[in-house]
């Protein structure tokens, strides 16, 4: 699939699984339900579209508590391999977050800019708590201002593809995180 285009596998689909089963476990001690709860306390799983969908759904296949999936989309700005600042919501969440557990859940964390927005956006609506997961995270946002509690990997600053990540709408749905051969978008 995709002959030539990936120059080599940077994390295999075995490392992500076993990390996700990691991660998983990390989450299911930090937000251990009360006995006999409210389905309102389930944890909320924000995930930020596209890229987040493949992690997402696995991630939340791996945690031993239940959970409720939301989504959001929004646009960027900037060139398809370079970091990005978010234009706009292209899709809201469906339901109200207020005096929820809220984790976003995102792919990569590259320039930090999406997340930035993103947790200020959230963070006005009130909820009980907001935390971080993101499967990868590049250099520049290691000294974010933003915590990003849980984290899968730490990347060098190369354009990856694959497991959701896309460049110009292919490669998501590679299972591997893989370097896209620079020679597609030179
Ligand atoms: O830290 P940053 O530099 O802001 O980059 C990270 C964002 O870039 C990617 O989204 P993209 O805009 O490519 O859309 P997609 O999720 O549909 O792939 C990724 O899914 C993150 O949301
Ligand atoms: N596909 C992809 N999208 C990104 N958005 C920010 N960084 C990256 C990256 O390395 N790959």
Not at 62 to 76: C, D, H, K, R, Y
């Amino acid at each position: 699939m995709y002959d030539g285009d990936i120059a080599s596998v940077v994390i295999s689909e075995d490392r992500i699984r076993a990390r996700t089963i990691e991660l998983a476990a990390e989450l299911a001690q930090r937000y251990q339900p009360a006995p006999g709860k409210d389905p309102e306390e389930d944890l909320l799983l924000v995930g930020v579209l596209k890229g987040a969908m493949m992690f997402m759904t696995d991630l939340a296949r791996a945690l031993p508590i239940p959970t409720q999936m939301e989504f959001m989309a929004v646009s960027s700005y900037g060139s398809s391999t370079s970091s990005s600042g978010v234009g706009r919501i292209l899709k809201d969440l469906d339901r109200d977050i207020a005096d929820r557990d809220v984790l976003i859940v995102e792919d990569i964390i590259d320039s930090g800019l999406t997340l930035s927005w993103l947790v200020r956006n959230l963070e006005a609506r009130n909820p009980r708590s907001l935390e971080i997961c993101t499967l990868l995270r590049k250099p520049d946002a290691i000294s974010m201002q933003v915590e990003v509690s849980h984290v899968g990997f730490d990347i060098p600053n190369d354009f990856v593809v694959g497991y959701g990540l896309e460049y110009d709408e292919r490669y998501r749905d590679l299972p591997y995180i893989g370097l896209l051969d620079p020679k597609v978008y030179c």
